[in-house]
């Protein structure tokens, strides 16, 4: 599968977190962070199965909690019953005391609790290959004025690369609409104005904020060296013990 990263870069992996603790879900994803993976977010319930169907992830990625266990049954009903006759690994973070009823549900793996971030990464490796994102990102607050095909709008960035942006948003625009963008970084008073081409969209709504991913298109030379070294003063900083970006 080939799919667009959230920042527009190429990626060649979806994972489907399956989880409905939020913390939970931001501590995998900031574990994620540096590679160019597509991250969809579900709950562990409900008709799962029709949803791996339709999302179609490289490796399902389901949190055990006890006592419901969600995830372990939704790993047994993947393993009895693949959606479409295709067999997708799963991955379960569990207890300690759990990793005999994980192996019967047919987890591919396990990582245990409290999640260790190179165990953790490590393991999804085993089944799918991760490829570190080509430049930094930050996580950055910043109204976007977008005008395409479905009408214009406003919303606010959730984080920011030299080479695009994700967006949170209720709006659905699909991959591949080109749009209109405007924007200012904090403390700049010219107001940076470019092309985008939507490269992904994260509508489920379960767990994070939905919203989508657009790479920046026809940026002029000087917006672009203003965005590189705002995104790169900003990765400076925050690996600076006790600094805040």
């Known amino acids: 599968m080939v799919a667009e990263g959230e920042s527009g870069g190429p990626v060649t992996v979806t994972l489907l977190l399956l989880e409905d603790q939020r913390g ?36 399902v990625i389901a949190d055990v909690e006890p006592p419901e266990r969600q995830g372990l049954a939704v790993c047994r009903v993947l393993k009895e019953d693949p959606p479409g006759g295709r067999l997708v690994p799963v991955v379960c973070l569990i207890p300690r005391t759990l990793r005999a009823d994980a192996e019967a549900a047919g987890a591919d793996a396990v990582v245990f609790k409290p999640i260790v971030q190179r165990e953790f990464v490590d393991t999804v490796r085993r089944f799918v290959p991760l490829v570190e994102r080509r430049g930094p ?20 960035s959730r984080d ?3 080479r695009g942006v994700f967006l949170k948003s209720d709006r659905v625009l699909p991959p591949g609409q080109r ?29 994070l904020p939905p919203g989508f991913g657009v790479e920046f298109l026809d940026l ?9 070294q705002f995104v790169g003063g900003f990765a400076r900083r925050s690996q600076v013990p006790g600094s805040r970006g």
């Not at 501590?27 to 597509?38: C, Y």
């Not at 930050?138 to 009408?151: D, H, M, Y």
């Not at 749009?179 to 767990?207: M, Q, V, W, Y």
């Open 220 to 228: 002029a030379a000087e917006d672009r060296a203003r965005l590189e």
């Open 137 to 156: 990102r930050c996580p950055v607050k910043l109204r976007f004025s977008f005008e395409g095909a479905g009408g214009a709008g406003q919303a606010f």
């Open 160 to 162: 920011l690369s030299a």
């Open 24 to 59: 939970d879900l931001d501590l995998q994803r900031t574990f994620l962070g540096r590679h160019e993976v597509r991250i969809l977010a579900e709950h562990p319930d409900g008709p799962v199965r029709e949803r791996v169907l339709g999302a179609r992830p490289d490796l």
């Open 179 to 207: 749009l209109k963008l405007r924007f200012r970084l904090p403390g700049g008073e010219a107001e940076i104005a470019c092309a985008g081409i939507i490269r992904s969209n994260d509508a489920t709504g379960h767990g």
